[in-house]
RNA sequence: GGAGAGGUGGCGGAGCGGUUGAACGCGCCGGUCUCGAAAACCGGUAUGGCCUUCGGGUCAUCGAGGGUUCGAAUCCCUCCCUCUCCGCCA
């Protein structure tokens, strides 16, 4: 979330924001809800200070008249009833008071909060402005030796490609029928050396954040309450994309969400603490099952394992002190290890800078990374596909806007506690990577030439089929 | 799932409903002493919000949320979490 005393400073800056992220939220409502809960906390506490005062003075003297009434005779007891009711009148008066405060406070406080929630962090003054996907620059990219995803792959390769389901259907790797059967449209079964394959890439890349670049590994629950959802930014605008466990229906107290990332966990691990300003920076990594419920995204890549409800996911989180240039290295360096891995993996890829409207609510900025897929696209004149850039990495820049959600700070030199900066991004996620990966790798015969770095995770095996 | 115990500051641990934001101890920081250190002694040591003439003021927070009361760490209710025993179990 963002600074509410930043956005009583500098509205026009997160209405602007907002508008450049294509998200409607009330800005002005906010300010006026702001206000006026200010003002009513604020009479509240002057109240409180004064009954707090006044309960001080004379609260001992009350509760020795309360003593002597209970043994008290007749003609006493009324004196001191007299005297009781003299002392609580202005007390009682002030309880009221606050009451009816509170009463006003809860009005406003949940349209307040909620707007509060919505208002999304700024992008970055760098940022190119847009409006879609369509409107994101290509910053560059980068292919193996004798291959251009500029031409044809029939003319490069001197075959034409099969699209990854013709190879999975093949090569036997995955069997979607039976995954349907259990599950229902957009599960999958792996199987055989498409299991082994999936592993084996999802190792590789964990052990590249681990072994290669020092990050801690974790695991991660995948099953969280929604204080880790809020917290760390996917709620609640995107509430409908997470699977929803209603605990709370068979007598438990809350309900419970299946995330969509690592991140959730891996963040959330944090949230409510402050950390030693000498841990930092956290680097840290997971590899961990993903659910996603593609809400609103019926029909689109609904065949095969580009794009499925449950899918696994190397994650690479860092959360450092917050400084803009350091901020900055650090996206620029978790985006150098996923582009050594795609390099060894041997895969075309290039990276896009997301322009505004492609950011999503807690970014202020965001690289995807696109791997070249022969198979996807439109068809050519021959009535094959002419390939297509899929994605398959986001790398996020987000500030201080989910430690601040999370409560999540560190100590600076002068004690005073702060926001650390956090980035996230994807290191591999399978099985989406094997469709770039089998397409690319697919031999004249129909084999798979396994990449030199998977092999050891392969038992030495060379080629798949 | 059944039975019981319990959640207080960085940690340990007090706390008849009324100067208890919280004794005491440990830890930590500063000081005295010392060539230096230890010991001893003295002082300090939570987080957040709002206001501020930047000195400070004020409110909230004793697992969370409600309630009783003039007043709640203390009483009541609900929930969350932890521990012990039994059952089940990868």
Redesign the pocket.
Known sequence: MID??QL?EDPDHFREAARAKGIVVDVDRLLELDEAR?TL??E???L?????????E?????????GRLKKADAEEAAVLQRE?AE??A???E??AL??GL?ERI?LVEPEWRALWLKVPQPPASDVPPGASAEDNVELRRWSPDGFDPGTSFTEQKGFAPRTHLQLIEQLGLVDFERGVKMAGSRHYVLVGDGMRLHQAILRLAFDHMTQTHGFTPMSVPVIV?EECMVGTGFFPSGREQAYHIE??QR????DLFLTGTGEVGLMGYFADE?IDRERLPITCTTVSTCFRREAGAAGKDAAGLYRVHQFDKVEQVVIHEADEATHRAWHGRMLGYVEELLQQLELPYRLLQCCTGDLGAKNEDMIDVECWIPGRGKDGPDGRPLGDWGETHSASRLRDYQTRRL?L?Y?DED????FPYALNNTVVASPRILVPLLEIHQQEDGSIRVPEVLRPYLGGQERIG
């Open positions: 509410l005393k009583r200010r906390v604020a509240q506490e002057s409180r200070s004064e009954q707090k005062r006044i309960s001080k004379m609260g001992p003297e009350l509760g020795r008249r309360k009781i002392l609580e202005r007390p009682s002030l309880k606050i009451q509170d809860e309450r605990e709370s007598g438990a107290g809350h402050i409560n700070r100590r004690r005073k506690t702060v």
